[in-house]
């Protein structure tokens, strides 16, 4: 039995079976990890999402931005503005069930696990984990948001939650601003200030951050007690510099590669 943690994926289909394909993988033996961004920008998002709902509990995903720009797409919350590439998955006789399953994804997950005789933990988040917040911490506060989310003012949600402000935590925040700034650490972030301040602006170049700004991995402290899977940020071509932070987007829906890779060995495989 392996554990493969998959990058994002963004509708890449065939990529994805030719990838699990050259790694053996088995649905009834193995597990796969995805660090969120299922859909959207690739062409084939329909069959990926079908694909990866049927693998059933084989599959563990969070949720990335792609994945609830979809959920508010679908629930008519999205803002006008914005291409996307969903109308396949939108105009499918399957859709609701579709977006049943999308909705119901944690935000971050965790789990120990035991290969090779050793035990580790591993926190999968889509963007990154903001410097003041613990493993737990983050959980729970994944967890506010999933709730919301899975309850009767998931439209409300879904509707506010676009936008950069307020753009750092503090524990006094409510309602909207605090579930906004969750969701935008968990799968919106890249450069932040050791304080936790997000700018959500700058999206390319890692060694051109705006002033007073570095990769939120420069301050995290969960390692070396937890290791982190994360996808969305392609411009780091799957390279951190820190042991045990895990950058898996390497930027499929761009022409380049897929990657997995497989914990127990911590080999990568791409396509
Ligand atoms: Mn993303």
């Known amino acids: 039995m392996s554990i493969y943690a998959i990058g994002d994926i963004q509708g890449c289909y065939r990529p994805l079976r030719k990838l699990l394909d050259s790694v053996n993988f088995s649905p009834t033996q193995d597990e796969l990890w995805c660090v969120g961004d299922l859909i959207n920008r690739g062409p084939e998002s329909l069959d990926t999402l079908r694909f990866l709902r049927d693998l059933g ?5 969070v949720l990335g931005n792609h994945d609830l720009h979809f959920l508010a797409l679908y629930h008519g919350c999205a803002p006008q503005t914005g291409k996307h590439t969903l109308d396949q998955v939108l105009a499918a006789p399957d859709c609701d069930e579709l977006a049943h399953w999308v909705q ?3 935000l971050a997950y965790h789990q120990r696990v035991k290969t090779n ?3 580790r933990d591993y926190l999968m988040v889509h963007a990154g984990v903001p410097p003041q917040w613990s493993r737990n911490r983050t959980l729970e506060l994944a967890a506010e948001v999933e709730q919301v989310l899975q309850g009767p003012r998931h439209r409300h949600f ?5 936008g950069n402000k307020p753009d750092c935590w503090d524990d006094d925040l409510e309602g909207m601003e605090r579930l906004r700034m ?5 799968t919106r972030m ?14 390319g170049r890692v060694d051109n951050p705006p002033e007073g700004f570095a990769p939120w991995y420069k301050f995290e402290q969960l390692t070396p007690d937890t290791e982190i899977l994360f996808g969305h940020w392609a411009a780091l071509e799957g390279r951190t510099g820190r042991p045990g932070v895990h950058a898996l987007d390497t930027g499929c829906s761009w022409g380049r590669e897929l990657t997995v890779m497989r914990l127990e060995d911590a080999r990568l495989f791409c396509v």
């Open 57 to 61: 509990p084989a599959v563990t995903a």
């Open 104 to 106: 119901q994804l944690p």
């Open 117 to 119: 005789g050793r035990r």
């Open 158 to 162: 879904l509707k506010h939650m676009y």
């Open 182 to 186: 969750i969701v935008n650490y968990l």
């Open 190 to 203: 890249r450069f932040c200030r050791a304080d936790g301040t997000l700018n959500l602006t700058v999206k």
